[in-house]
């Protein structure tokens, strides 16, 4: 499979408090995008990053990509209520024609 | 320039029935792909489409699924003679250059289906 994982599943922290959230995936890829899943909507991009960048910022968003360990990061800054969500990983395959997304980290801040 | 569109949000069906979903891009997105997701679970790939060719359903059952996504029109994705098993959330993305491009994909809010 060439699905990624994410880790934690689920993440619970106050409001104000910093969200980390890893991927890893399996294959060589040229880039990383991250979604976001409200509950009961569809998905919504966040950020993509190529596989020549290590970091990339957008606004309290900041991902990170290691191509070596073939693992990213997703750090939200000063967490709000409103952050609460699914997040995705996800990436093309070479020669592949689809996004593979990973299982999801289920973010739950607390106000 | 509205986004992408899924109908039905909701649709009920008995076993043994037919479930149509639709799905109308983002307008100038030639590129569709339809995923199913389970509760508590991330999306799985089904089907990629560009208008009027299949390019891969390596994703999608050999019996009762299909997908086309014509000219003129929505894609469709069409599951015949529903089974229990295929309760789910399916979701439409599109995009205007193939996936593993630097393209993000756009989705639509999805059709929950339901079978009874």
């Known amino acids: 499979s060439q699905q990624g994982e994410e880790d934690p599943q689920a993440l619970s922290i106050q409001e104000g408090e910093n969200a980390t959230m890893n991927c890893s995936y399996k294959t060589s890829i040229n880039n990383l995008q991250w979604y976001r899943q409200n509950s009961g909507r569809g998905l919504v991009h966040l950020i993509l990053?190529?596989?020549?960048?290590r970091e990339k910022h957008s606004g309290r968003l900041r991902v990170t990509l290691d191509t070596s360990k073939k693992s990213s990061s997703l750090l939200i800054t000063a967490s709000r209520a409103a952050d609460t969500a699914s997040y995705f990983c996800a990436h093309p395959s070479a020669g592949a024609n689809n996004l593979f997304f990973g299982t999801g980290t289920r973010l739950t801040v607390i106000p | 320039n509205a986004g992408v569109m899924q109908n039905p949000r909701h649709l009920v069906r008995r076993r043994g029935q037919e479930a149509r979903l639709r799905c109308s891009p983002m307008k100038g997105h030639s590129h569709v792909y339809w995923y199913r997701q389970l509760p508590e679970e991330g999306l799985k790939f089904m089907v990629y489409l560009q208008k009027e060719n299949i390019i891969d359903e390596s994703g999608m059952p050999k019996e009762r699924f299909s997908a086309e996504f014509p000219k003129e029109g929505p894609s469709i994705l069409r599951i015949q003679q529903v089974v229990r098993g295929d309760s789910a959330a399916y979701f439409c993305?599109?995009?205007?250059?193939?996936?593993?491009?630097?393209?993000?994909?756009?989705f639509g809010n999805g059709t929950r289906l339901t079978v009874t």
């Open positions: 990053i190529r596989s020549n960048e």
């Open positions: 993305a599109s995009s205007p250059r193939q996936a593993d491009d630097t393209s993000p994909l756009h």
